[in-house]
């Protein structure tokens, strides 16, 4: 599998939790923008992708004429499998018209940023959209096409305030999308930094995994939930460190050089810069034991957990080694065996980020 994922980097207001990079100008730049982004695609020189996500930002700002202009030349230039076609969309910037558009494209998935069911919750946010927004965007996907897999976006732990989360996760089981996605509040900006802290942490996502997996979603990632076949084609690029390249300002892309070592880019973030087509990127390369590392701290964020065969065949002696400093956790019930395949527990998936902080931090 190997994915194409493109950034647009624009948003009709900042929300006060939001560290991605988007800007609130340079709107009568978007066309510009698009022509860059194919000006950036024809540097690249395996164009064969199988999922396609783009996201932002908010792609859904995009004017409908412009993204079909683009679309065509993208399609044009790709040779794309037709896996899954992914677009984000806020609910406050997507017409019916743009959503034909898209279908008529292959689009294949929609990923809405509903973040919560709550009024009062949205606007503390910064969000742009009411509960009503939510209902009409995913009305209107229904109606273009059934098949359409939908993803709705959600925050829990928000500080500061009550969720009202059992409000929220009853109202999404009641709209039934196949894949929800369910993000613990991070300290991305200041707005936030002085309300307290995450108390309650543990008991909104055990509420919200509980619920979701009595009824029909199967966790498939700490985050992700998704009713049977509709996970994240292209997510789980990323956490089977497949190959990706990422277009547009921000963007990462991970590709392994002929040893077998990962090479990753980022694109510079400044949108002047990639206006004026400065696509320069930082390069980082991924080798020795840091292959192995990355392997388990992204694979283990999946309940299906890493092939422990497959690890011990890629990396020798280094596997047995770190598998020897891997054992407290084992001990601790925090990672276990399910057949040849180790997964993180329920009680690891709590304290994942540690998990993952532990693992960076080896020596063998
Ligand atoms: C890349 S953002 C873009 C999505 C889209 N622009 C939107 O806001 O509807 C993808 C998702 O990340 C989540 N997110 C962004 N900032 C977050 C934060 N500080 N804490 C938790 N989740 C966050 C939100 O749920 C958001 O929908
Ligand atoms: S959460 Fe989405 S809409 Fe809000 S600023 Fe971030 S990218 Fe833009």
Redesign the pocket.
């Known amino acids: 599998m190997r994915g194409l994922y493109i950034h647009i980097p624009f948003?009709k207001s900042k929300?006060k939790?939001?560290?991605?990079y988007s800007k609130t100008s340079h709107f009568e730049h978007i066309s510009v923008y698009m022509d860059r982004l194919t000006e950036e695609l024809a540097h690249i020189s395996d164009k064969n992708f199988d999922t396609l996500y783009i996201?932002?930002?908010?792609p859904s700002l995009i004017p409908n004429r412009t993204l079909e202009n683009f679309l065509k030349k993208l399609f044009k230039s790709i040779n794309y499998n037709g896996i899954e076609f992914t677009f984000?969309i806020?609910p406050d910037s997507a017409d019916k018209d743009k959503l034909k558009i898209l279908y008529d494209f292959g689009l294949t998935r929609a990923s809405i940023?509903a973040?919560s069911f709550d009024e009062e919750i949205l606007k503390y946010l910064g969000r742009i959209h009411n509960v009503n927004d939510i209902y009409t965007v995913f009305r209107h996907i229904r109606n273009i096409n059934s098949n359409i897999s939908i993803n709705m976006?959600?925050?829990f732990d928000i500080p500061g305030k009550k969720t009202k989360i059992n409000k929220t996760v009853d109202e999404l089981l009641g709209m039934a999308p196949e894949h929800i996605?369910t993000?613990?509040?991070?300290y991305?900006t200041k707005h936030f930094r002085n309300k307290s802290t995450k108390e309650q942490s543990p008991k909104e996502y055990i509420f919200i995994n509980n619920k979701l997996t009595q009824n029909g979603y199967q966790q498939y990632e700490i985050s992700n939930y998704a009713k049977t076949g509709h996970d994240s084609k292209h997510n789980k690029i990323y956490w089977n460190m497949n190959e990706y390249i990422g277009l547009g300002t921000s963007a990462h892309s991970m590709i392994y050089n002929c040893n077998g070592e990962r090479i990753r880019y980022s694109n510079n973030a400044s949108i002047e810069e990639y206006l004026k087509g400065n696509y320069q990127k930082e390069t980082e390369t991924v080798k020795g034991e840091e292959l192995l590392k990355e392997d388990l701290i992204f694979g283990l964020r999946q309940t299906e957990g890493v092939d422990a065969c497959l690890l011990a065949k890629k990396y020798g002696k280094n596997y047995k080694k770190c598998i020897d400093h891997l054992r407290p956790l084992f001990e601790d019930n925090l990672l276990n065996y399910n057949g040849e395949r180790i997964c993180t527990s329920q009680k690891g998936l709590l304290i994942m980020d540690s998990l993952q902080q532990y693992i960076w931090e080896l020596q063998f």
């Not at 996201?55 to 908010?58: P, Q």
């Not at 993000?183 to 991070?186: D, E, G, T």
């Open positions: 948003c929300c939790y939001c560290g991605f996201g932002g930002g908010t984000e806020n940023g973040q976006d959600i925050i996605s993000y613990s509040f991070s991305d």
